[in-house]
């Protein structure tokens, strides 16, 4: 049986972390990774966290199983963060949301739901896009296609391209969408390019799968949450994946979630049904922590505050890291412009650094990036980043 197995690829991004891992050099740094460090290089545990867990404790529970779609009071409040609080669809009990493990879950609940629904739609992702969209969904069994998206001209989204695309693809297309802070870009639509894009998904009859692991890393949770909203006022159907592993930074307790917006609420409870078949063939039910920590922190008043003030202490400290990024590449390197480095939104920048220049900081300066010049701003902090723009000055000379 194992004979002939070949040996797999290495993952690209956890394969930097490992050459990372092995390097001797103090002045190493780590910009390849998806994870937001704090300003001392540290994976924060949030203190909203910390108390919800310290509530939770304080009255221990058995562990049984979970319903198949997850903690009830959990995927309320998902809904709730997702679509708003005073939202139609909630009103009218056309969205449903189950609770998945992590966005990648949430991802593949929907995948596998669309394939037996759906089974001879093919899948389209952005140009670039996360690096597992492509393989997630070809695992469930879909031919996926790349639409144009990202102009390195212009560091900035190939609108034109773009729309272009959604006009002429078929009806009943998949379409995956970023709602906010594009990986691996930090390329984002504008607001009135959104609103052609969703005419042009609704008006053609395309299934937009709006995936959404960084609401709140943008402008804030309602700004990033929008695309979604409008979408599901749209009228549906719509599908939407979240993921609460950055925003508070729980990677390692899979906490995300999969929603579905059906156009009736008869329609939709068929769907949680059918939802929920998936789930109980994969993994059968969820786990308890992670999911009960969110629904603590987000459903008391006074850890929803702290959450909402840490999430904007991370999101302001990588504006901040963005900014210096610029103003000192303008002293170091002033022949360069990375003014679009403040333009992008998110965790992490195209950076326009070509894949030889990613090649030198890394030998000649423990500098890891990965090789498409993608780095995680959040993984730069007050003490890294005159190494590192120093280091970037001399190989772009
Ligand atoms: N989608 C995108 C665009 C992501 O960047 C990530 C995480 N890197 C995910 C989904 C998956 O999130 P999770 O780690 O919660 O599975």
């Known amino acids: 049986l194992f004979a002939s197995i070949e040996m797999a690829p290495r993952d ?20 390849g990774v998806g994870v937001y460090y704090d300003d001392n290089g540290k994976v924060p545990l949030l203190e909203c966290v910390r108390k919800a867990e310290a509530l939770l404790m304080e009255k221990p529970a058995a562990r049984s199983y979970l319903p198949i779609d997850g903690l009830a009071a959990y995927d309320k409040a998902v809904q709730e963060l997702v679509f708003g609080a005073d939202s139609k669809v909630i009103q009218e009990k056309r969205a449903v949301t189950a609770q998945a493990l992590g966005g990648t879950g949430g991802l593949k609940l929907g995948a596998d739901f669309l394939k037996r629904f759906s089974p001879n739609s093919q899948v389209w992702i952005s140009d670039p896009s996360w690096e597992n969209h492509r393989a997630l969904f070809e695992s469930a069994g879909f031919v996926v296609n790349n639409y144009p998206y990202y102009d390195a001209a212009t560091k900035g ?5 773009m729309i272009g695309s959604l006009k002429t693809i078929p009806a009943g297309s998949i379409v995956v969408l970023h709602a906010c802070c594009h990986n691996p870009t930090g390329a984002d639509l504008t607001d009135a390019q959104w609103k052609e894009v969703i005419q042009v998904v609704t008006e053609r009859g395309l299934i937009p799968f709006l995936d959404m692991a960084y609401q709140g890393f943008g402008d804030g949770i309602a700004e990033d949450g929008k695309v979604v909203r409008q979408f599901a006022e749209a009228g549906g159907p719509v599908f939407i994946s979240n993921s609460f592993s950055k925003s508070f930074s729980l990677y390692g307790e899979r906490v995300g979630a999969l929603s579905i917006v059906a156009v009736t609420a008869d329609e939709a409870a068929r769907v949680l049904s059918q939802l929920k078949r998936v789930i109980r063939t994969n993994y059968s039910n969820p786990p308890t922590h992670g999911g009960q920590v969110v629904a603590t922190v987000l459903s008391t008043p006074e850890l929803r505050k702290l959450w909402e003030d840490e999430l904007a202490g991370m999101r302001v400290r990588i504006r901040e890291m963005r900014e210096a990024f610029v103003n000192k590449l303008k002293e170091k390197a002033p022949d360069h412009n990375f003014d679009f480095v403040t333009k992008q939104r998110g965790m992490f920048s195209y950076s326009g650094l070509t894949k030889p220049q990613v090649d030198k900081l890394r030998d ?13 701003v959040a993984a730069l902090n007050t003490r890294n980043i005159d190494y590192v723009i120093d280091a970037i000055a001399k190989v772009i000379k």
């Open 12 to 31: 690209p991004i956890l394969g930097i972390t490992e050459a990372y891992n092995a390097d001797k050099n103090p002045n190493k740094s780590n910009l």
């Open 364 to 376: 000649e300066y423990a500098i890891y990036a990965v090789d498409t010049g993608r780095i995680c």
């Open 157 to 161: 989204v190939n609108f034109e391209g």
